[in-house]
């Protein structure tokens, strides 16, 4: 790695820092914020904002709140989070892994769907007495 490389990972360091830190206290003033809300109020870019976001989450330094309407784009809420609530469980998971969640999704609607078939045509059927 070449001296510049050095320089740049050792500013990164201490960018991380105080970027934590000018978002924690925009939050803290705001009290719940989009990534675009704190973006306005330190001067950060949206991008670096995000970025943070997802370490402070992990740190349990802010929690997720609720989503909010940003220029037609969903975007989540976040707030500082208190003592007594549990740090939110950020999980990376693989794409086949995904995919194998999603056919497992999909599967039991099928299931649901066939089973109200079958429940519409039982209920359809006029010598079903359910109840005596």
Known sequence: MNKNSLLAYKKSDEFSKTHREKIFNAIKKLEKA???DISKET???????NRRFLEMRKDGEI???SDR??????????RIKNTS???DVIEK?????????CVKLFERVQKLEKENKEL??????PQLKLFS
Do not use: F, M, W
Not at 120 to 125: D, H, L, P, S, V
């Open 120 to 125: 519409k045509r039982i209920i359809g059927n």
């Open 85 to 87: 609530e549990p740090v």
């Open 93 to 101: 998971v693989s794409k086949s892994q995904a995919e194998k969640e």
């Open 69 to 78: 309407e940003v220029n037609g784009y969903n975007c989540a809420v976040y």
């Open 63 to 65: 929690k997720y709140d």
């Open 43 to 49: 001067g950060l870019s949206y991008h670096s904002v």
């Open 34 to 36: 989009t990534a675009h």
